[in-house]
T-cell receptor, first 113, second 113 residues
Framework: EPEVTQTPSHQVTQMGQEVILRCVPI?????FYWYRQILGQKVEFLVS????????KSEIFDDQFSVERPDGSNFTLKIRSTKLEDSAMYFC???????????FGPGTRLLVL | QKEVEQDPGPLSVPEGAIVSLNCTYS??????FMWYRQYSRKGPELLMY????GNKEDGRFTAQVDKSSKYISLFIRDSQPSDSATYLC?????????????FGKGTRLSVIA
């Protein structure tokens, strides 16, 4: 069964450093998302992406964040200058059509020191 | 008032019990309702997906949506120790094709053998 994959599974970085989290959505999916989950808290929406542009973003997704679909398969989340409070699990999700549900990847655990 | 409320538990039941998990919500625009299962430090895994009101059954799992009460439920019959996980409700509105999911905080379930 096709699945969303994410790399790396864990990343440790120093405050102020740039990180890029990578995702490969399910191949025939058209809508892509990033969510995050701070330990012990809700899964929170960051950004949605369709037709090579951002569709919607939350207030969390400030100028330090960016997303890109550099080729036909990868979908990346970049954090330009990480802060301690960016430490969280980051999930990529995708779906094929509007009205269908989203399928999540296994997540990248980001720790900012 | 929070958009989606879910009792975080923990909920502990003996093997074979019927489990009832619930969420309430405030946004009447929500039309799509999902239940995800999340094992520790893993990504959310889709269990059930329903549109609007009604019931849906899949094996040991039954999802119910009562839009008039803004209340959704997930029932697990003949619960097994492997059902021990955190259960997340999620929902979205159909205002555009790329609506984000809004999650509850999750209920941690333990099924004791």
């Amino acid at each position: 069964e096709p699945e969303v994959t994410q790399t790396p599974s864990h990343q440790v970085t120093q405050m102020g450093q740039e990180v890029i989290l990578r995702c490969v959505p399910i191949s025939n999916h058209l809508y892509f998302y990033w969510y995050r989950q701070i330990l012990g808290q809700k899964v929170e929406f960051l950004v949605s992406f369709y037709n090579n542009e951002i569709s919607e973003k939350s207030e969390i997704f400030d100028d330090q964040f960016s997303v890109e679909r550099p080729d036909g398969s990868n979908f990346t989340l970049k954090i330009r200058s990480t802060k301690l409070e960016d430490s969280a699990m980051y999930f990529c999700a995708s779906r094929r059509l509007a009205g269908e549900t989203q399928y999540f990847g296994p997540g990248t655990r980001l720790l900012v020191l | 008032q929070k958009e989606v409320e879910q009792d975080p538990g923990p909920l502990s039941v003996p093997e074979g019990a019927i489990v009832s998990l619930n969420c309430t919500y405030s946004n009447s625009a929500f039309q799509y309702f999902m239940w995800y299962r999340q094992y520790s430090r893993k990504g959310p895994e889709l269990l059930m997906y329903t549109y609007s009101s009604g019931n849906k059954e899949d094996g040991r799992f039954t999802a119910q949506v009562d839009k008039s009460s803004k209340y959704i439920s997930l029932f697990i019959r003949d619960s097994q120790p492997s059902d021990s996980a955190t259960y997340l409700c999620a929902m979205s509105s159909p205002r555009s094709g790329n609506t984000p999911l809004v999650f509850g905080k999750g209920t941690r379930l333990s099924v004791i053998a």
